[in-house]
Every structure is written in C-alpha cells, then in structure tokens.
C-alpha cells in the first residue's frame, strides 16, 4: 500500500519562505510523476508543480521563479521550495503520485501566508 506523508507547512509572513517535504513509502521511482497541488478554500484544487521520473519538471505560470520542486531518492522524498510567498499561495498542499493509470494522495499540509 502506497502512503504520502507532506510536512513541512504552517504560517508565514508575505515573502517569506516554506519547504514542505513529501515522504514515500516506497522507491520513488516507482512513478511516473510525482508532484504537489493544492486547494484554497471555496477554490478547486490545481496543480502547483511536477517532475517527471525522468527529472522533468513543470509549474504553475503563478508559481515560475519562486517555487522549486526536487526529489532524494535516497530517502524517497519530493520536497516544494516555496520562495517570495504571497498571501494568495494561502491552501492545503498536497503530494501527489502516479504511477501508470493511477494516482495517488497525501493528507495534505496547511500553508498559511498572512499579510
């Protein structure tokens, strides 16, 4: 049974910078993708960031040049660097992972940017 864990949010002033981490229970190259969306409250949840198994790497345009997303397979993590925080990346942010034909989800990890 597959298992995402994210850690790493909480609350932060505008500018200000996180870096969530997503564990794995298993070798992350297992998937195909691995990535992290997140959801506001009354918003539907959007993709915020990805990298391929082959390193690949794809952003949100609302995200380009301030979050960075990475991967150590040595410990079979996927973490989000969050730089310059805006209070609109206010939401629950969520691993994701796929493997082919299927997805899988975190709980999710509050982040909280205040003004």
């Known amino acids: 049974q597959v298992q995402l864990v994210e850690s790493g949010g909480g609350l932060v002033q505008a500018g200000g910078s996180l870096r969530l981490s997503c564990a794995a229970s298993t070798w992350i190259f297992t998937f195909n993708t691995m990535g992290w969306y997140r959801q506001a409250p009354g918003k539907q949840r959007e993709l915020v960031a990805t990298i391929s198994r082959g390193g690949v790497t794809n952003y949100a345009d609302s995200v380009k040049g301030r979050f960075t997303i990475s991967r150590d397979s040595t410990e079979n993590t996927v973490a989000l660097q969050m730089n310059s925080l805006k209070p609109e990346d206010t939401a629950v942010y969520y691993c994701?992972?796929?493997?082919?034909?299927?997805?899988?989800w975190g709980q999710g990890t509050q982040v909280t940017v205040s003004s």
């Open positions: 994701n992972a796929q493997p082919d034909g299927f997805a899988y």
